[in-house]
């Protein structure tokens, strides 16, 4: 169940009418995490702890990862090959994570997993324009004009589209910070194609205002805190 009416659930899961459901809520038998109910529309979601009579009904935690994705590791809950991110989460619930916005194999850094697809849904949408950043360090030296083909966008013929304006900051010589607020297809390394400059390495550090924790080594992972999951 994503989301739906406290009422409906109660009817199905309960075998029993609607105007009966009515009654148990005027009897105060059912709670919803841990306040008595009595509103026939109220909605639910599937992370909703219910009770009717003190028994649990429905109970499934929401969980949200952070995890500092080494390379060689796969984005992806599956592989033949190599090993993947789910591979590196230690929660018995891990089969029902899903990654937020997958990295490339050889690249590192801050990746996201969640079973709440709600939460991973608005992070992903390209009008709730979340900025991923990226450290990035390339062959050979950047110049100026990287910074201006990077914000005015480039034009990927496979796809069809041109990417949306990204920042490009000069760190140093051969290092760049960069900000997409999209995901394409090996995008920064394309991007950086284009001026034939191939990307040695590519760290994300950062999700919307989600900093990689400095703590974890790379293959380790931490749940979010509340607030880190409200504030993203
Ligand atoms: N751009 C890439 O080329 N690879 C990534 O993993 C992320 C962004």
Redesign the pocket.
Known sequence: MQRGRLDKFISKRLNVSRRDVRLMLAQQRIVVDGAIANDIGQQIDKFSLITFDNKVLQEQQANYIMLHKPVGVVSATKDEKHKTVIDLINLPEKGSLHIVGR??LN?SGLVLLTNDSRWSERLTLPESKVEKI?QVTIEKPLTEHYIDAFSKGMYFAFEDITTKPAKLEILSEFVARVS?IE?RY?????MFGRFDNK?IK?H?QQIGNLLLDSCLQAGQSRPLTQEEMLKI
């Open positions: 990295l490339d690249t990226y997409l995901g090996h995008q920064i390394k394309r990307v590519l994300r």
